[in-house]
């Protein structure tokens, strides 16, 4: 019966991820278990290709095979293998099954089989139930037959990607190999936006266009930058530059190199970055703190493809493919005098808006699992859940910092529940309160102006009441950054040299 079904599945015209969760749904109703699990290997980790019975945060973990011994076990096995209750192996998805009621569970019964695809290791697919005895003999025996349908299942979508590949390369979209991603610079997310935003990306990386990379801090421009380039036919490695952390008496030379004697220090010939990257990848994080003096040599590259040397009279000619991102807006930055009209028009011919994570909906709860798992190995604990309460207000909460701030806010509340009397070898649960998010502010807050006073009982010209509100504005930067004036410029929108420069003209320095 249960073969039918799955031969169904196979023989309807369903899309790869579509056609995998049928096939698990199936399984788990034929074996009366509460969780089936695809996981497929890439470099030392396992991860979900499609779960059915798990919460729904465990798609965006990574399971690390040395930090789970069963998922090594199930691996390293060649035939299915059971692991009963008495097992003192602890199981990866403890406390991760759904449960509508009562405390998170440990799983009681498990069992598992490597899946080899085309001659090669390619994954497992796990069974487990919170009830002891589920699974007796014949059940263990019939797990080789249907993960061989689920291998089948395999073939089928890789057939279908590498189809879709050449289909682009003949349509001339894309000619780049399918390149497997790092798990360390992996970009989780399913929401239908962040699905849209990464076949952009994959289409214009075989291009030698520049792009720019737009977003709020937090959101993983890095990342965006590390895919471009890895999906290019560009072979170096990426060169990348925080330009807001080149000293601007340096920048130049860090960027375009200098020769003996240019300046004092300069001992011997030095290659700035684009020679470094040379036929291969640039990436130049927050562009809008380049000063306009290197902003105008960023140009003659650009449009060029020379670099000069500092104190060299000759240009040297360089192959660069330039991706530039920023969470300011440049466009206000041409108005104010701060960036180059001609440089900017240079830099967005392919601009990319990376969305906030408040707008990609349960792609926060993912990001929150991959979290989790990091957490629950660096810490040593059994397992690392989040309660439904505690996903609710991931859910509700803006995230103005994005996903760099749901990274701190996880590792926080791990450690907040170590430290308040949790047990390492405890299914761990963070509640809300761990969390110590403020989700009572509304999603889009419409400031209150206050009526406007009479011109006649304004009690200081308008020009004092502009330095004023500039050095409230620049004490309040400095408050929350520490005193650290580079970050403040960043936070302010200015040039760091032209914040000193306004600061010393109020009296704050």
């Not at 950054?481 to 032209?498: E, F, Q, V």
Request: hydrophobic content about 40%; overall charge neutral; charged content about 25%.
């Amino acid at each position: 019966m249960l073969d039918s079904t799955l031969l169904r599945n196979l023989s309807v015209s369903h899309a790869g991820p579509e056609r995998m969760q049928r096939l698990v749904s199936a399984l788990r109703k034929h074996f009366h278990s509460d969780a089936v699990a695809v996981l497929r290997l890439h470099e030392d980790a396992l991860i979900p290709e499609a779960v059915d019975g798990l919460v729904h945060e465990a798609l965006g973990r990574r399971f690390q095979v040395a930090a789970h011994p069963r998922l090594a076990a199930i691996l390293e096995s060649s035939q299915p293998v059971r692991f009963q209750a008495d097992c003192a192996l602890p199981d990866p998805y403890d406390g991760l099954l759904q449960v509508h009621a009562g405390e998170p569970l440990p799983v009681h019964d498990c069992m598992g089989m490597s899946l080899t695809v085309d001659g090669a290791l390619w994954g497992v697919l796990t069974v487990d139930a919170l009830g002891v005895d589920t699974f007796g003999e014949q059940r263990v025996a019939e797990l080789r037959s249907h993960a061989l349908l689920i291998e089948v299942a395999v073939r089928m979508n890789r057939l279908e990607d590498e189809t879709a590949s050449l289909r682009q390369g003949r349509n001339g979209t894309s000619s780049a190999p399918l390149v497997d991603t790092p798990v360390d610079e992996e970009i989780v997310g399913q929401s239908p936006g962040m699905l849209s935003l990464l076949h952009e990306i994959d289409v214009v990386a075989n291009s030698d266009l520049p792009v720019l990379l737009l977003g709020e801090t937090g959101v993983g421009k890095e990342l965006f930058a590390r895919r471009i380039h890895r999906h290019s036919s560009r072979s170096k490695p990426l060169v990348q530059v925080n330009c807001a952390a080149l000293p601007e008496t340096l920048a130049e030379s860090e960027l375009f190199g200098h020769v003996r004697g240019a300046f004092s220090g300069a001992s011997t010939d030095r290659a700035g970055r684009f020679e470094v990257a040379d036929g291969g990848t640039i990436f130049l994080d927050e562009i809008g703190e380049l000063p306009l003096i290197i902003q105008a040599k960023l140009l003659r590259t650009l449009q060029n493809g020379e670099i000069q040397r500092l104190g060299e009279d000759r240009p040297r000619r360089v192959n660069v493919r330039v991706i530039v991102a920023t969470n300011r807006d440049l466009k206000l930055g041409v108005k104010d005098g701060m960036f180059r009209a001609d440089l900017y028009h240079r830099l967005s011919v392919y601009p990319v808006h990376i969305p906030p994570l408040r707008e990609r909906g349960n792609d926060a709860l993912l990001l929150a699992g991959r979290f989790l798992e990091l957490n629950r190995v660096r810490l040593g604990i059994r397992s690392l859940r989040l309660s439904s309460a505690a996903e609710t207000e991931i859910l509700r909460y803006q995230w103005p910092g994005n996903v760099r701030e749901l990274e701190h806010v996880i590792s926080r509340a791990a450690i907040k529940a170590l430290s308040r009397g949790a047990r390492a070898s405890d299914i761990v649960t963070l509640a809300p309160d761990l969390l110590d998010l403020d989700t009572s502010l509304p999603k889009s807050p419409t400031p209150q102006s206050d009526p406007l006073p009479a011109v006649d009982t304004i009690p200081v010209s308008l020009n004092e009441a502009v330095a004023q509100r500039q050095r409230e504005m620049i004490q309040q930067a400095l408050a929350l950054t520490g005193s650290n004036w580079a970050l403040a410029a960043r936070r302010l929108g200015l040039d760091a040299s032209n914040l000193h420069k306004l600061a010393r003209r109020l009296g704050l320095k």
